[in-house]
């Protein structure tokens, strides 16, 4: 009898693997957009959560496996043209409260000016965010929202005025909520700004590195767009990539293992 209950579970186990041989979507309340950087397919990453909201590499960013957070890819913006753009889509377009989460990995420092991470675009405003490097040396971030250019100013790991290294993986998330901009770290609050509520938007792309601006250098690894203000423990969670799909090779050896091992 034990032995033809445990057939039918690893049967089931292989069916079930059958079943679910494409990888899953990455789905979460308010989650509008998200992207791997595992993969291109025709010049596109694919929008991970299935809404169809793909980017496109318009120039120079490639994929790279040798640096690599989450998954087996990253993108990296070596030259300041690289650049991935975003349709304009409404959900794109309308939020007010919003969440920007993402790994980020310097390759080499600030050039002086202003050096583009991602900007979302709207009618006469760059800033909806606006992320770049402030034209400091080395490296500091910059993320602003208009109207009024209000926002953090030169962050680093610490806060304002602290800087990044080179070739080292952060977490990056920016929580914009009301008037609240909350600014974290590897899952550290590091600093609060004052922005406006309503800030501007409306139909234009999302930028990933080049805009008018020259891109930053860097390598980004899982990028998620959201339309509401995420918590400290959402954003531990996305950090901790928790929201992934978990491979369905690793669950059927997995628990393949485990049945073995209560069977023997």
Same mark, same amino acid.
């Given at each position: ?80 043209? $690289? ?78 005025? $602290? ?102």
């Amino acid at each position: 009898m034990r032995s033809m209950i445990y057939l039918f579970v690893v049967a089931l186990l292989i069916v079930s693997s059958a079943l679910t041989t494409h990888a899953a979507n990455v789905e979460d309340d308010g989650l509008i957009l998200y992207f791997s950087f595992d993969e291109a397919k025709g010049g596109n990453l694919v929008d991970g959560t299935g809404g169809g909201n793909d980017g496109e590499i318009v120039d120079g960013a490639k994929i790279v496996k040798d640096e690599v957070v989450h998954g087996n890819g990253a993108m990296l913006f070596a030259k300041p043209g $690289d650049s991935v753009t975003v349709d304009s889509f409404k959900e794109l377009e309308d939020y007010t409260d919003n969440s920007y989460l993402f790994w980020l990995n310097f390759t080499d420092p600030n050039s002086g000016g202003w050096d583009q991470i991602i900007a979302k675009k709207a009618p006469g405003s760059d800033r909806s965010p606006g992320i770049w490097t402030c034209n400091r040396v080395p490296l500091h971030i910059h993320y602003r929202f208009n109207p009024g250019n209000a926002g953090s100013h030169c962050v680093g790991p610490d806060g304002e005025g $602290d800087t990044f290294d080179e070739n080292k993986w952060y977490h990056i998330a920016g929580i914009k909520e009301g008037t609240d901009f909350l600014f974290y770290i590897d899952g550290k609050e590091v600093d609060k700004q004052t922005v406006p509520k309503d800030h501007a938007q409306g139909e234009e792309k999302l930028y990933i590195g080049r805009t008018g601006y020259n891109a930053a250098k860097f390598y980004i690894d899982d990028l998620y767009v959201y339309d509401r203000a995420l918590s400290d423990k959402e954003i531990v969670s996305v950090k901790d990539g928790d929201l992934l799909p978990v491979e369905p090779e690793d669950k059927v050896a997995t628990t393949w293992g485990q049945l073995k091992k209560r069977r023997d």
